[in-house]
């Protein structure tokens, strides 16, 4: 058993949990920390997919009670065929343009010089966002129109930049089309499911035959260690919105930023 490369995907696991949700950029953090790590080969590369799963599955986990109620009742319950309408909605721009540009992506933007100058630009974002008279005339997930789950999910597609962070792009984007940060946050949340379950497939697919059952104990510690990390990720920025703006995130995004330049270039 190689301890170190263990040790490597507990690091990245706990990485992928605690950033996966919040407006920082899980991407751009596992590109960086990969690169320190010298864990950034192909092999490394589906373990990010993997641990991206758990992550997904831990939203599942946090919001059970809700998914299945509205499953339950998705026939008969115009709540429920709202919340799942708005949720394909929101899915479909950043899925499309994904699907048509996901391998030039991959190959040209997937770098830390790259992901630096994302955080930077989204921590200034994040700065004008905050600075703006935001009026949320929508305050439960419920209350969403179609247009809105348009608008937030074209936001979202702006986070296939890694760096740029699919969380932070759906929850700003949600306050300026006029949901209260609570209820942006918790859509951006519900949004993960299926965007990151459809990404997370694709990838998958596409590396199949880079699995091996040599490699499950690694998979083990990061799929673990990422589905406990998101989970209190999750309850930590619920929390957190309750009583905070996002301008601490905005400054940690434009300082990781410019420390990750100096340290690449």
């Known amino acids: 058993m190689d301890l170190i490369l263990l040790f490597k995907a507990f690091i990245q696991g706990l990485v992928e949990g605690a950033t996966e949700f919040l407006p920082i950029s899980s991407t751009g953090h596992l590109i960086i920390v990969g690169d320190l790590l010298h864990f950034n080969d192909n092999k490394a590369k589906v373990f990010d997919i993997v641990i991206q799963l758990a992550a997904i599955l831990a939203v599942c986990w946090e919001y059970r009670r809700k998914l299945l109620d509205t499953v339950v009742h998705i026939t008969h319950q115009t709540k429920a065929q709202k919340f799942w309408l708005n949720l394909i909605i929101a899915f479909l721009p950043a899925a499309l343009i994904g699907l048509a540009f996901h391998d030039k992506i991959k190959e040209h933007l997937f770098s830390p010089i790259t992901v630096a100058i994302a955080l930077i630009l989204g921590g200034l974002a994040i ?138 270039q």
């Open 127 to 264: 700065l004008l966002i905050e600075k703006m008279p935001l009026k949320a005339k929508t305050v439960s997930i419920d209350a969403m129109t179609q247009k809105q789950a348009w608008q937030i999910g074209f936001a979202q597609a702006t986070a296939l930049i890694p760096g740029v962070s699919r969380s932070g792009a759906t929850i700003l984007g949600g306050m300026l089309f006029g949901l209260s940060r609570h209820t942006a946050t918790e859509f951006s949340f519900f949004l993960a499911i299926p965007i990151m379950f459809a990404a997370t497939g694709y990838d998958l697919l596409k590396n199949w035959q880079l699995l091996s059952t040599d490699d499950l104990s690694m998979f083990a510690v990061g799929f673990v260690t990422a589905f406990i990390s998101a989970l209190v990720a999750i309850k930590f920025l619920l929390r957190f919105v309750a009583s905070h703006n996002f301008k601490i995130f905005a400054w940690y995004r434009i300082a990781l930023g410019l420390i990750v330049i100096w340290y690449f």
